[in-house]
């Protein structure tokens, strides 16, 4: 076999590059668990021991990782001084939860794959699936500050507009189930938004939590029914659209976030699908495969799937409202 030096080199390169940020995803979590990102973004310049000092860790174990992030490129190292910083554009990254671009989160995922690698490892050889109940509980934090970044700055903003009539619904006060919520994060930013319009209108309580199914929830004629990023980890979406179909009033809509993706496999071999690929064979795809039916649609479904999904629920007016480089918004309607 030729072997192509050129191309060889350049692929362990790339190889070096992932190795390093592998090895370097659980200094991310650690950087983000005891406080050294927000610190430093928030206090440097500091060498180690400043840094150790101001979060109450050790100097040596805080000495090392400093310079794997220096190396990492996610800090500045000025050699003349010995003192580390962060640059607006890392701390944004990596120091401030509420700014557009966040992924602090990103080790308690990365930190869950492994936990539940075991898991998956079998059910890989025995095509059962691996359900949430089953997970790591670092998953279902990571998720939710994860996903955060997104719905802090977009829905609001920018997803709930863009669908039909929603918001004029929602400022009068309306009844919205947050399917799958996870840590309801979506919901309470949701509830949040339109509060004054819900006290005005005397609803009381505006949010409630239930630990329900798809499925099961009540039928209450709600006026919007969301599916964040969780349509495609359940074993019956057609089952779950269905149930929507019983339970939305007839002038109701149901919003899909979806993770963005193109509807073919060749479309979508790109860092976000990268990503999203690999959360989908450790945690979507088993999710739903340890559930009735277990269509595993994947994390990458794709507008065309979803559609299928929605029409065969009997949800036939189905359009994308909007999306984000991470995000498909799409509308659903009987
Ligand atoms: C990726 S998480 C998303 C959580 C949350 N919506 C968010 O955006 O942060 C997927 C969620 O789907 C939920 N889920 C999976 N199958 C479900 C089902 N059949 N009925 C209701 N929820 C389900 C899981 O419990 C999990 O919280």
Not at 105 to 111: F, R
Not at 148 to 162: C, F, I, M, N, S
Not at 188 to 209: C, I, N, P
Request: glycine residues 10%; hydrophobic residues 40%; proline residues 3%.
């Amino acid at each position: 076999m030729d072997v192509n030096p050129d191309k060889l080199n350049s692929f362990i390169g790339k190889m070096l590059g992932d190795v390093g940020a592998a090895m370097n995803a659980s200094l991310m979590l650690i950087g983000d668990k005891l406080g050294l990102y927000q610190t430093l973004a928030a206090t440097g310049p500091m060498n180690s021991s400043e840094l150790a000092k101001a979060t109450g860790t050790s100097e040596r174990y805080v000495r090392e990782w400093l310079a794997a992030q220096a190396a990492s490129g996610y800090i500045e190292y000025d050699a003349a001084s010995g003192k580390f910083s962060m640059t607006p554009e890392q701390n944004m990254v990596f120091g401030d939860e509420d700014s557009p671009v966040f992924m602090g989160a990103v080790g308690s995922l990365v930190s869950a794959t492994f936990l539940d690698e075991s898991k998956i490892s079998e059910a890989f050889k025995t095509g059962n699936g691996v359900g949430w109940n089953r997970r790591s509980e670092c998953l279902f934090c990571g998720t939710a500050r994860f996903f955060r970044t997104g719905y802090k700055h977009h829905l609001v903003q920018e997803w709930l507009p863009a669908l039909d009539g929603v918001v004029e619904k929602l400022k009068r006060g309306a009844k919205v189930a947050d399917v799958g919520c996870g840590h309801g994060i979506s919901t309470r930013l949701m509830a949040e938004a339109f509060r004054q319009t819900a006290k005005d209108a005397e609803l009381g309580d505006r949010v409630r939590f239930d630990v329900q199914s798809a499925k099961t929830y009540p039928a209450e004629g709600y006026d919007l029914v969301c599916f964040f990023d969780c349509l495609h980890d359940m074993g019956d979406p057609v089952g779950a659209m269905k149930h929507v179909r019983e339970t939305m009033a007839d002038d109701g809509t149901c919003m899909l976030v979806e993770p963005f993706a193109n509807d073919r496999l060749e479309d979508n071999l790109n860092p976000i699908g990268r990503i999203y690929y690999a959360a989908s064979t450790v945690v979507c795809t088993p999710a739903s495969l340890d559930q009735e039916v277990g269509m595993a649609l994947g994390a990458q479904a794709g507008e065309a799937r979803l559609r299928d999904v929605a029409n065969k629920g009997g949800l036939t007016r189905f359009r994308r409202a909007t999306e984000t480089a991470f995000n498909l918004i799409l509308e659903a309607r009987v």
